[in-house]
């Protein structure tokens, strides 16, 4: 499967992703329909945490936000293969993400699927996600009104180019 391929023809994907430094943890994300349209972005901090928090909290607020604006997707990708494991019963949880995985399975759409996205093809999130550090709460976003430190991982995602970081 190609890891750049937008969702199904007439579908939407959400995208997260969560980071944790110094203890302090955010999260980002976006949707998109299949032509690459951004129909929803958003960044948050969370406050004090670990790494699995924050993609759990990222995947939970994402799919939070979809149901709060009744936007219904087909497809979820994130690049932690750890919580993707959890999510989908192949691996017990840690008890610090237990009930957000499980408030998470209540929110997504059961036609939904979660599955593990290399980091170089969730570049748009992981960039919100970096967004969430300069955050205080949560902030939504759309196409036009992307913060400028997005800008370049959107129009890289549309052409379907990887987006690598420094290590």
């Not at 967004?131 to 400028?148: A, K, N």
Request: with cysteine; hydrophobic share 40%.
């Amino acid at each position: 499967m190609n890891q750049l391929a937008g969702p199904p023809y007439g579908s939407l994907k959400l995208n997260t992703d969560g980071s944790c430094i110094d203890n302090a943890y955010e999260g980002g994300g976006v949707v998109r329909d299949y032509t690459g349209v951004i129909i929803l972005a958003f960044s948050s901090s969370f406050g004090i945490g670990n790494s699995a928090e924050a993609e759990a909290k990222a995947m939970h607020l994402g799919l939070r936000l979809c149901s709060e604006r009744g936007v219904s997707i087909s497809l979820m990708e994130l690049d932690s293969l750890f919580l993707v494991n959890c999510f989908n019963d192949l691996w017990d949880p840690p008890w610090a993400i237990e009930y957000i995985l499980r408030d998470c399975k209540n929110l997504i759409p059961s036609h939904a699927s979660v599955s593990h996205v290399f980091r170089e093809a969730n570049g748009l999130a992981d960039r919100l996600e970096a967004h969430g550090h300069t955050c205080q709460g949560i902030f939504t976003f759309e196409r036009d009104s992307l913060p400028t430190t997005c800008h370049a991982a959107y129009q890289a995602d549309l052409l379907g180019q990887p987006q690598y970081r420094p290590l």
